[in-house]
Each structure stands twice: as structure tokens, then as C-alpha cells.
């Protein structure tokens, strides 16, 4: 019998919900400003596309689209309460005393959260449009911005995809880029930072004005959204090089050539200003910031100055190392993004819809194959 409640019964129902799910409806929601009246016209012009998306690119692409869509959603909530709120990121109207509290990590830190949150906005808007080109079907995720936001002063009062008030997360990213011998895609495993942080769940904006105070409370979460910063610019570091490797056409191959290094310039950023976090323990719920710099921290694995990639192994532990993005298997990569995310504490409070719609997209990408005669 047919359950007119539900448009996620299958796969091709979901797509068929991708595709009801219009460029246009997309492009109101990030504002016309920002895609110009050209890319619109693209969306209504099909005829004027040059060629065709195999179904394995559309595919990577469809579910780059979503995750840099649940990207620009959770840095635009940082950048209306930490960032610079003007034209070109219109929405909310900041928290002076949480934008000190971030600004001790770096005083530039209100530039380059809204600096990174246009750079997301970007990509999802570039990607969606560049499917639209192809007569390919979007990502829209817009009936899923359902999630409460903040109720401190300074953040709109909108519905969300994403939740910054639950977050666990992951600081081994700090390590995996220090260590001389290990890489993920070999099993191996690391380190955390902040050991605390990927063991319980934490705030990364101030929930309301209540958590303004007490002043190690609030550098607590300041900090936590610097070490969240690095964790989501890492995953997206490795995300592109890892589905590129599955990509045909050579267009898209560029596409997630110069996206993903972009990410790689953020995470490099975020991990600098992440060791610049004081050490510090929280008085309402114990989380501590320990001294990365300090026994039984420090050392090359800890050490905050040590922000460039050390070498490491890679492909075979027979080569010599060598400084790269790790991980990049490509295996299950987009899967992998969506279960991190979901681990991060992301998407508390979404419906199993949007669950079974975000792993049919990641299913969809790991499914693609590169198909080129060569
Ligand atoms: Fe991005
Ligand atoms: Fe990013």
C-alpha cells in the first residue's frame, strides 16, 4: 500500500525528491546576490549544456553538494555569533563576549570564520548549479532545517541542518598530521588532543546568554569551536582527493581538484589557531584543555608549533615516508564523511528521513567507478 506520508521509500524516490528538490529553491535559500542572475538562467536553459554527467560523477557530485550544504549551515551559526555579519554573510548579529573568548585563539578569528563560511556557501552553490548545467539532479536539503538555533543574542532564529550545542569531537586529527609512522588508511590509530572533547557532548557556540559566564565556561566553548573547526576543514582535506580518485570526466576531476585544496588551506589555518586554545579546565562540566606542550603531552606528536604535515607512510610501508593528506582511501570515503559527521554530533535532533537520505547519497558516491578508456 502506498504511504503517501513518505517520498523515501526507495532510492529512486529519493532521487526523485533530489530532483523535485529544484536549483532555484536552492538558489533562494543562499541568497540570489551571491549565484547572480546568470547561473540562475542556467538552471531554466538546459538545451545550453554541453554534454552529459555519467551517473558516478553526478553521483560524487550530488553528495559534495549535500555535505558542503551541511558545511555552510553549521559555519554560518559560528559566523552570526563569532564572525563578521555584513553583506556578503547577512544573518545574526554576534556575541561580543563569545567573539573575545575566540578572538584569545587569534585575533583575526572573526575573518576567517566568515571567510570560511562564504568559501562553504560557495561550494555547494557552484556544485549544485554546475549538476543543474548537466541536467543533473541537486541537493537540496532545505525540508530539513528543522533544528533549533541558539537563543543567545546575536544568532537568528531560524530552522538548522546542523547542531553545534551537542558535539563530540574527534581531536585526532591533531596527531594523525604529527606522526612519523602511522596513516588511517593503514589501520592505524591516534592520539587525541584533547582527550576530554571526543568523550562526552559539548557545546562549540554558547547555547544561551546563560553560558556567557563564568569565564573559563565560555573560553571552554570558544575553544571547543576551535578544535570543531579543524576536524570539519580536515575531513573535507581528505574527502576531495579520496572521491577524485573515482571521478571520469575530466571537468569533474578539476571541480574536486581545486575545491578540496581549498579545505586543506582551512584546515592548515584552524589547526594553528587550535594550539593557540588555553589550557584551561571547565568549572560546569569538567572538560579540560590540557598543555600540548607539557608532559604527558608534548613531543613531536603534540607540540603546537609543529603545524606542518610531518612525512609519514604511505601507500606501502616499503617506500620511504613522505608529507601528505591522510587519509585518501577512497573505499567507502563518502560513507566514511557521513558517519564522522553523524559521530560529531551533528545531526541530534534529525528525523530518520534525513539519515536515510544522507546515507543514500554517500551509498550512491562509493558506488561510482572511475570509467575511462585509457
Ligand atoms: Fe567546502
Ligand atoms: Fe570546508
Known sequence: MKDPGS???????????????????????????????????????????????????????????????????????????GGIQDGELPGGSGSAAYTAALQVLDSDMPQ????????????????????????????????????????????????RLTNLMQLTVDTSWWTRYRSRTKNPDFGDMFDQAVPGLNAGQFPGIPRDDGDLTPPDHLQAIANTAGFH????????TSLYPSLAQRVTHREVLRILLSIGPT?????????????????????????????????????ED???????????????????????????????????????????GLFIGQSPQFFELLLDLASDADRARRDVDE
Open 7 to 81: 517520498v523515501f521509500n526507495s532510492s529512486a524516490n529519493r532521487r526523485s525528491f533530489l530532483r523535485k528538490g529544484t536549483f532555484a529553491a536552492g538558489a533562494a535559500t543562499c541568497g540570489a546576490a551571491l549565484l547572480g542572475d546568470g547561473l540562475l538562467a542556467l538552471s531554466k536553459a538546459p538545451e545550453e549544456k554541453s554534454g552529459r554527467l555519467t551517473p558516478g560523477d553526478a553521483a560524487i557530485l550530488r553528495f559534495l553538494a549535500a555535505a558542503e550544504t551541511l558545511e555552510t549551515d553549521l559555519w554560518q551559526q559560528y559566523n552570526e555569533l
Open 112 to 159: 576567517y570564520i566568515h571567510d570560511n563560511t562564504e568559501d562553504e556557501m560557495t561550494h555547494f552553490t557552484f556544485i549544485n548549479a554546475y549538476l543543474a548545467s548537466k541536467a543533473a539532479d541537486t541537493a537540496n536539503l532545505d525540508q530539513f532545517r528543522t533544528l533549533p538555533s541558539s537563543k543567545a543574542t546575536g544568532a537568528q532564529q531560524i530552522g
Open 229 to 236: 573547526f579543524a576536524f570539519i576543514e580536515q575531513g573535507g
Open 263 to 299: 579545505e586543506t588551506q582551512h584546515f592548515q589555518t584552524w589547526q594553528d589557531k587550535a594550539g593557540n586554545a588555553p589550557p584551561l579546565t571547565d568549572p560546569t562540566n569538567g572538560l579540560v584543555f590540557p598543555n600540548l606542550n607539557a608532559p604527558p603531552f608534548g613531543g
Open 302 to 344: 603534540f607540540q603546537t608549533s609543529l603545524i606542518m604535515p610531518e612525512p609519514t607512510v604511505f601507500l606501502s610501508r616499503k617506500f620511504p615516508v613522505c608529507s601528505i593528506i591522510r587519509p585518501t582511501e577512497t573505499k567507502g570515503a563518502a560513507r566514511g564523511a557521513a558517519k564522522a559527521l553523524t559521530a560529531n
